[in-house]
């Protein structure tokens, strides 16, 4: 196909095309919470440049982009102008998801984010991770400071892949309230600090600000994983967090119908290692470099199977956490049971900290989220038969490992995503045989009440 343009031809398109895009972002940053995550970038003149006029975004089932001639070819993969070239660096509808997600995560503030979507959660962690943990012969012997309250898996990636396989030494930051512990982990050889808020199982959170600052002072980046409040609560960009990962597998794609991640930077991160061109924007160079290389992509069905739960994040966090809240006040006034975990509950240990950080975008209204962790009472502390009673009782809660679900799911850690981490492990996240984690769902407060209530009976 003969366009008689020349690559610089295309490169002013390239330009164009951007110019249209920044707008487009200008104009989404003016829209509230509910809007963006409903149009994201998808406007009308997106849908009738191309789209079909689709109302939605479409799903594009396919590998590669076509160029029109050999000079669009080279200033496309050149990246001197916007290109998504083949599915596994980029594609159409993984982009709409992007978008979104980037707007959702710097909402409410001027902070420009970059989003890129993953195949999974874990791989967005590796995706965000990896590029600080290269070879740097001016530097000590690297390390990761991270807090213990963790998710299963992450903890896997950490202490198996990490550490014993790629012999990165991790420290652990076992109190996360405790800002000394943080600080006194870091030294020369530390590459970034990570942590989860809230963490998966225990429900433990930590001073976002406070910790960024104290990584910022060494030079190196914060990292947090939000899976569990989500945009619609808490966003770390606002609070000095250079990336944020999410499993995009909870509560952003409620309906359980796909597995998927993002990982979502601001422009300009700290690192004492990696080019200018990566800390300029993290998410934009991860994708064009090493996630090319990689291949953790997400695939455009999954994409916007996503996108389509994410356009209701926000009231279903509403009512998620109200019922949350009430669902936590019934347990903790049982006599069956010893501990309940919930941000929202006043005997939680970083109650004010969860007041900070916790509230429903677009209002000043603090929410809690949607999980909870709980000890059932047992005769010794190793036992496990009095939660295993009430865990096999439950008739409409589902037993899986899984959470964020528009279903209540209840999960007993120590036998499933805390299996595999021994006993050790499971002391250094909190885990006890007892501990039983609670993602409530969409159903009526009063019918979940019902099932636990029932369940706790048979104790
Ligand atoms: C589930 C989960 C992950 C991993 O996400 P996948 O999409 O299952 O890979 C990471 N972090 C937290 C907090 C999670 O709950």
């Known amino acids: 196909m003969q366009t008689n343009r020349t690559k610089e031809d295309w490169i002013e398109v390239g330009r164009q095309m951007m110019a249209e895009r920044t707008m487009a972002i200008k104009a989404a940053k003016t829209k509230k919470f509910d809007t963006v995550a409903t149009h994201g970038l998808y406007t009308m003149e997106k849908a009738f440049s191309g789209n079909s006029g689709s109302i939605m975004e479409p799903i594009y089932l396919s590998t590669a982009e076509a160029y029109m001639d050999s000079a669009h070819m080279e200033a496309a993969l050149a990246y001197e102008m916007p290109t998504w070239c083949y599915s596994r660096i980029a594609n159409p509808s993984s982009g709409f998801l992007e978008d979104t997600i980037g707007l959702l995560e710097s ?11 993953t195949a999974s959660g874990m791989a967005a962690i590796k995706t965000a991770t990896d590029p600080f943990l290269i070879k740097d012969n001016s530097l000590p012997a690297m390390n990761i400071v991270t807090s213990a309250k963790l998710y299963g898996g992450t903890f896997q990636q950490f202490s198996v892949r990490r550490c014993q396989e790629q012999g990165i030494e991790v420290r652990w930051v076992k109190n996360p309230y405790d800002l000394n512990e943080w600080r006194s982990n870091i030294d020369e050889g530390t590459r970034f600090v990570y942590g989860e808020f809230p963490s998966n199982p225990a429900v433990a959170i930590f001073d976002i600000e406070e910790v960024a600052k104290i990584a910022h002072a060494a030079g190196i980046p914060l990292i947090v994983d939000a899976t569990c409040a989500s945009p619609a609560l808490t966003r770390p960009l606002l609070h000095g967090a250079d990336i944020v990962v999410q499993s995009g597998t909870k509560v952003i794609s409620t309906n359980g119908t796909s597995i998927c991640g993002m990982m979502t930077s601001r422009k300009n991160i700290i690192s004492k290692v990696g080019s200018d061109e ?8 991860a994708k064009l470099w090493p996630f090319r290389d990689n291949g953790p992509s997400i695939s455009p069905i999954n994409a916007i199977l996503t996108l389509n739960d994410l356009r209701s994040l926000r009231m279903r966090i509403a009512q998620m956490s109200d019922t949350g809240l009430k669902v936590a006040t ?22 004010e900290i969860a007041n900070k950080y916790m509230k429903l975008a677009d209002t000043n209204e603090n929410k809690y989220s949607y999980m909870l962790a709980m000890e059932i009472k047992e005769k010794a502390p190793a036992d496990s038969k009095n939660a295993r009673t009430f865990y096999d009782a439950l008739q409409m809660i589902w037993r899986a490992t899984d959470l964020g679900r528009c279903k209540t799911v209840a999960t007993l850690n120590a036998i499933s995503t805390h299996q595999q981490q021994g006993e050790e492990g499971r002391k250094l996240a909190e885990i006890k045989p007892s501990t039983c984690r609670i993602s409530v769902g969409i159903e009526d407060p009063e019918d979940i009440i019902k099932d636990l209530d029932q369940a706790l009976s048979k104790i």
């Open 278 to 285: 990566m800390k300029a924007d993290f998410a934009v160079w």
């Open 330 to 351: 019934y347990l903790e006034n049982h006599p069956k049971i010893d501990k309940v975990y919930y941000p929202g509950l006043k005997s939680y240990p970083a109650h």
């Open 107 to 117: 909402y409410g503030s001027d902070i420009e984010a970059s989003c890129l979507a």
